[in-house]
């Protein structure tokens, strides 16, 4: 166990490490943040209501885009991530935006973070727990939490079975990709439950489908504009014609309160 825990992180800071040198290639420092443009995203930050004076804890801050948007709507915001070289990314754009004095990057496991009880009004985790052990993230996000405080998780979800699928049997096989580690997992309905036995308040919203344009990136890759007009249109005539099913959107957000 202790073994299988070291080695799942061992990949995943080497993946991150492997990943930020890329992505400083591309890095910039201006206030266009690509991810505000995502509406999961979006929406969980929304879910967090004003943080203006709030201390947040952003998990797995990665390249740190939503640690310096948090820090720029006045919150003070810790970052922690695995990896250094996703680290020393997100100090650079705190740096070169100036705002030093708002957002502090550490390196620590989500599994295990270096902060004392009941520490943070809100905790943030961006595309994270599927890349962790959820059981013991889960439980540190709730011993640093204050009561009363939220915290608020875009994930992928396994309920889809048809996306399990193609994970499963398609992804790296017929020139479909994998992104993402070979660790990482959609979270399961175990994974819900803990999360529900912890928290008093759990609330999953879906603020859009994410199903066959998943299919369009993995296996069409975006190359034919109609059918990435096609999936796009057919997931959202299912979210509005049936909502019962938007719960097998891959990616949905969920907010805990403690
Ligand atoms: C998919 S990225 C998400 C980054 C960022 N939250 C975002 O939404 O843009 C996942 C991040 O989690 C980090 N990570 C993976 N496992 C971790 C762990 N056990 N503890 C801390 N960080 C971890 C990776 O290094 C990576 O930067």
Redesign the pocket.
């Known amino acids: 166990m202790l073994d299988s825990s070291k080695k799942?992180?061992e990949i995943?800071?080497q993946?991150?490490d492997e990943?930020a040198k890329k992505l400083e290639l591309e890095y910039k420092a201006n206030d266009n943040l690509p991810?505000t443009r995502d509406i999961f995203?979006r929406c969980a930050i929304d879910s967090l209501g004003d943080v203006r004076g709030k201390f947040l804890l952003?998990?797995?801050?990665?390249?740190g885009?939503?640690s310096y948007f948090l820090a720029k709507k006045g919150s003070a915001v810790v970052g922690?991530?695995?990896?250094r070289g996703?680290l020393n990314l997100s100090s650079k754009r705190i740096r070169d935006n100036k705002f030093e004095e708002k957002a502090n990057f550490l390196k620590?496991?989500?599994?295990k973070v270096g902060f004392k009880d009941n520490s943070f009004d809100a905790v943030f985790?961006?595309?994270?727990l599927h890349?962790?052990?959820v059981e013991l993230?889960i439980k540190e996000v709730y011993r640093v939490l204050k009561k009363g405080g939220k915290a608020t998780f875009?994930e992928n979800f396994a309920n889809n079975k048809i996306l399990i699928f193609s994970r499963r049997y398609l992804a790296g096989r017929f020139g479909i990709p994998r992104y993402?580690?070979i660790t990482e997992h959609p979270l399961t309905n175990k994974d819900i439950k803990i999360i529900k036995s912890l928290f008093k308040k759990v609330k999953i919203i879906n603020p859009d489908m994410n199903f066959l344009q998943l299919l369009d990136r993995q296996i069409f890759k975006y190359r034919y504009p109609f059918i990435s007009r096609f999936c796009e249109y057919f997931d959202r005539w299912l979210f509005y014609a049936f909502p019962e099913l938007r719960k097998l959107s891959y990616t949905q957000v969920i907010v805990v309160e403690k």
């Open positions: 799942i992180k995943e800071e993946f991150s990943l991810i995203i952003d998990l797995g801050c990665g390249i885009e939503i922690i991530d695995i990896s996703m620590m496991t989500t599994e985790g961006g595309y994270i890349h962790t052990e993230t875009v993402g580690t």
